[in-house]
């Protein structure tokens, strides 16, 4: 008999396990994330800001859903640092605990009554900020548990896996509010109905979390493990030598970023804001609100459609979203990450131009509108998982992904909703600066893409600083 001890393969992802993981988890945070959005446009504004006028308590509303765009570059360098100097999985498993946590949390707040007249808007910023954290570690350390595992001349097509959570996490988060909406008396939805989807989080939170532990480290970070260039300090090292792809990455989401949150946040608001003075009068007077000369000098007519029936049309947009990340990962292999996005982009910069023709007057137009944004928002989107953690060697890709990402949510997302609402305000009703405000943003995407290099045949698994 031989003594000799039996040789034993590294275990390793299989195909299956990556891309669930990695769908699984976004899908959970993202709907999450999305919930809170929802709720900060049909609840939170009357449950923590009641005795606020209508514009004042959205845009205090759409306030704290800022700050988790405060958090998330903070996010980005907490997780970031563990999953540069541990591993990729500890870390997953952390950042998809604390957003369950802090969504599961947000469902048994009280309103803004009696005692809690002042801390219950305070513990909606304490969770808020905590939701926050949590994506800003999710979003890089999903993509790099797609990129790190895929075969050669794929990473672009595993990498739209992750991104597949965002659509599809919207569609679940809103489907769940259009039904309480229709199937619940407004007394029932704005007492309880509302907690259902916060609440609902804990389950999908446990499946995700059995998923993630039963994954195992890429072999990128292996090999940086292996090599000893485990950096001490992450942060330190990708601010010191790769702040230039950090700042590139930034602002190659920016178009991307403020796209999504005025197809999603803006919209809803604006296409379900009363079209005449007369329709904002009786709703303020059903609320029992009074609606008087300075509402009406304040006011700026909407779309007019109700609720649940834009969340519906919001829903279908975001099929088209789904549908076209799928699409853009095949495309943005064949042709390269960066001639791809600049394409894209520019698709972007036109729609930017033609908003007003895109959300006039009538319920054809928006969801014409809707259908047009969702589809570049999924050819924009998709390929990101790619491009940005390409821009970073292994030992710093969770750093300096994360931090990319999340700092353009600061200057794109966090803003997007706040500043449109103010312009439209501030066009007594015409959108046509909303436009020109995600122009800008594509320009600013533009410029960053001419001045990166396109990372499409990088050596991605070798790629140690």
């Keep these: 008999m031989s003594s000799t001890a039996p ?63 405060i958090a998330r570059p903070v996010g980005s360098v907490l997780f970031g640092h563990f999953g540069d100097k541990i591993g990729r999985k500890g870390t997953l498993v952390a950042s998809l605990l604390l957003m369950g946590i802090a969504t599961f949390l947000i469902g048994f707040l009280p309103p803004a009554q009696g005692n809690f007249v002042v801390l219950a808007p305070l513990m909606l910023v304490l969770l808020r900020f905590a939701q926050g954290l949590a994506l800003g ?17 794929k990473r672009a097509i595993y990498g739209t896996f992750p991104q597949l959570g965002a659509p599809i996490g ?54 940086v493990v292996e090599q000893k260039k485990v950096a001490k300090s992450p942060f330190k090292v990708t601010m010191k030598y790769h702040w230039r792809p950090t700042l590139a990455g930034t602002f190659i989401m920016l178009a991307t970023y403020v796209l999504f949150y005025l197809m999603t946040s803006f919209t809803l608001t604006y296409g379900t804001a009363p079209a005449t003075v007369e329709a904002a009068r009786a709703a303020a007077e059903a609320k029992g609100k009074v609606f008087d000369a300075a509402a009406e000098a304040a006011f700026a007519p909407g779309l007019g459609i109700a609720r649940p029936e834009f969340l519906t049309m919001l829903i279908i947009g975001v099929v088209f979203f789904g549908i076209f990340t799928v699409v853009s990962g095949p495309l943005a292999e064949k042709f390269g990450r960066r001639k791809f996005l600049i394409a894209v982009t520019l698709g972007i910069l036109v729609f930017g131009l033609a908003w007003t023709f ?17 589809t570049l928002m999924g050819l924009t989107f998709g390929p990101m998982a790619a491009y940005l953690p390409e821009l970073f060697p292994s030992n710093v890709r969770y750093t300096g992904s994360a931090v990319a990402y999340n700092m353009s949510s600061v200057i794109g997302a966090a803003p997007a909703s ?24 594509a320009v600013l995407t533009l410029i960053a893409l001419f001045l990166t290099k396109d990372t499409t045949h990088v050596d991605y698994e070798n790629n140690v600083s």
């Excluded at 990695?22 to 709907?31: A, H, R, V």
């Excluded at 890089?140 to 001349?153: K, Q, V």
């Excluded at 609440?199 to 995700?208: E, F, N």
């Design 418 to 441: 706040f500043v449109a609402i103010a312009l439209w305000q501030f066009g007594g009703g015409n959108t046509v600066w909303v436009g020109v405000y995600l122009a800008i943003g």
């Design 170 to 223: 919207f569609i679940i988060a809103n489907v769940i509010f259009v039904v309480l909406q229709t199937t619940l008396t407004d007394a029932q939805f704005m007492s309880w109905g509302w907690r259902i989807p916060f609440l609902l989080s804990a389950v999908m939170v446990a499946v995700g979390l059995w998923v993630r532990l039963k994954l195992v480290e890429s072999a990128s970070f292996t090999k």
């Design 7 to 69: 040789v034993t393969t590294p275990q390793a992802n299989t195909r299956g396990r990556v891309l669930f993981a990695s769908l699984i988890g976004t899908t959970i945070e993202f709907f999450d994330f999305y919930a809170y959005a929802t709720a900060s446009v049909l609840v939170f504004p009357t449950l923590f800001f009641p005795n606020a006028s209508n514009v004042n308590a959205i845009l205090s509303s759409f306030a704290i859903f800022g700050v988790a765009f």
């Design 358 to 374: 895109m959300f006039g007057p009538g319920k054809a137009a928006a969801m014409v509108g809707l259908i047009v944004g969702f």
């Design 137 to 153: 570690g999710e979003w890089s350390g999903a993509a790099l548990l797609a990129t790190e595992n895929a075969p050669a001349n």
